[in-house]
């Protein structure tokens, strides 16, 4: 895969990641995340679904599937976590988002990943690499 075919699967997971934050409620502007309000734009992208789209086309030539999806569910919600803790750690801005509010279990690295959160980005692995294995 080219560099802008990443370029265009960086701004497609973005941009997809963004509506469905938006069609389950957490996301409540059309902003995107802190640091794209911090660069001073107003776009609907969410910069932690480009990245995780990124991970997964990089991860899936590489393993089976059913390793491929446990193991990009694992890097995703470690990296959720670090994204979290440096943008405490650089202050970003306000914290943007804590699962330490009772409605997600297996809470973990101080509120920014859980077990069910881990599950997701699983479950978005399997979807993405049944599309692209449906599309190629």
Not at 110 to 115: I, K, N, W
């Given at each position: 895969m080219d560099l802008l075919?990443?370029?265009g699967f960086y701004?497609?997971?973005g941009f997809l990641g963004f509506l469905f934050e938006m069609i389950i409620g957490a996301q409540k502007n059309w902003c995107g995340d802190n640091l794209i309000q911090n660069a001073g734009l107003c776009i609907p992208f969410l910069n932690i679904y480009?990245?995780?789209?990124?991970?997964i086309l990089l991860i899936r030539p590489h393993f089976p599937l059913y390793l491929s999806v446990i193991i990009t569910g694992i890097i995703l919600?470690?990296?959720?976590?670090?994204s979290g803790e440096l943008g405490q750690i650089f202050k970003t801005g306000p914290r943007a988002w804590n699962y330490n509010n009772g409605k997600h279990f297996g809470v973990f690295c101080?509120?920014?990943?859980?077990?069910d959160?881990?599950?997701?980005?699983?479950?978005i692995a399997l979807v993405v690499n049944i599309i692209l294995n449906y599309v190629k």
């Open positions: 075919s990443f370029i701004l497609l997971f480009a990245f995780g789209g990124i991970i919600s470690i990296f959720e976590c670090l101080d509120g920014y990943t859980s077990l959160l881990l599950l997701f980005w699983t479950l």
